[in-house]
């Protein structure tokens, strides 16, 4: 991600990657040290900004170079499952619902579901729209492997500009929910005193900082390999968990919730849940064995 990131500010700025990573990196880590709250109010901004910069981009394709029908139906279900894991990558929005309901605790906790499904629909309609509108334009023989920069490329150099803009704001909003999440677990597993004690929360953001950089830096991993194999161990952790904590806080929670999910929890949603996330992880494990395509 740091990589990827810095690479896009290099040639914005025409500075050397390390630098155009390290103006990515400070920002973005500097939000997260300043807590929940700085956290939540700097992505609802930048999401409302990356909004803007979607319907942009679909307006410019549709009404200059125009969608091909031909690449909007084409479909590749051999290319389609093992990008899979790709998709359940973001899923892991889910960590960002404890510190949603740590957000609530002090207000109306019957908001939160709401929060948590306006983020869900917001994801999902990125995830269908900007490959949508980019292979539409382009066709699928020129899509890259970040597809927003075939996108603005094909589109002139301001699109360019705007899509690797998009492209940095979706990497900073994914490192604020996950790097505040991770702090917080950090500070909870290591039993810190305080998260706000000035010594454990070095050691808490460092954790969470550094270990990206360090693996972008060394080429241990590409890009694609960092989503996918985060997508399918971690993701399939956060599939599985929540329907374990549905089903014991039901045996013996006491209290009565505020809310629920309804028909939705019924046993065979539970069933599938765990099914598709575990069978991602088994895809990625035999991927990473090459005894199956790879997405990328």
Known sequence: MDLRSGNIISEFLNVPPIIGSMIFFVPAVVVVWLGLKATGASEKIITFVMIAIVILLIIASIVGPGLESQHLTYM????????????????????????????????????????????????????????????????????????????????????????????????????????????????????????????????????????????????????????SLTGAFSGVIMGILPVIMLNQSRKHGTREPEWTVGTLDHPIFQGLIILIFVGASIYTILERLSLLPSGW
């Open 76 to 227: 590749n279900i051999g290319v389609s499952i093992p990008v899979f894991t790709l998709v359940i990558f973001s899923f892991i929005s889910q960590y960002a619902v404890p510190e949603l309901a740590r957000g609530f605790v002090q207000g109306d906790v019957k908001r939160l579901p709401k929060a948590i499904i306006t983020g869900n629909v917001i994801i999902g309609s990125l995830l269908i729209l900007v490959p949508m509108s980019a292979i539409g334009l382009t066709g699928p023989e020129n899509v890259t492997e970040v597809v927003t920069v075939a996108w603005g490329q094909a589109l002139g150099q301001w699109a360019f500009f705007v899509a690797n803009i998009f492209t940095l704001f979706a990497f900073l909003t994914s490192f604020w929910a996950i790097g505040q999440t991770l702090m917080t677990n950090i500070v909870d597993k290591l039993k810190f005193s305080s998260e706000w004690d000035i010594k454990s929360r070095i050691i808490a953001i460092s954790l969470v900082a550094l270990p990206p950089f360090i693996i972008a830096y060394t080429g241990l991993i590409g890009f694609v390999d960092v989503l």
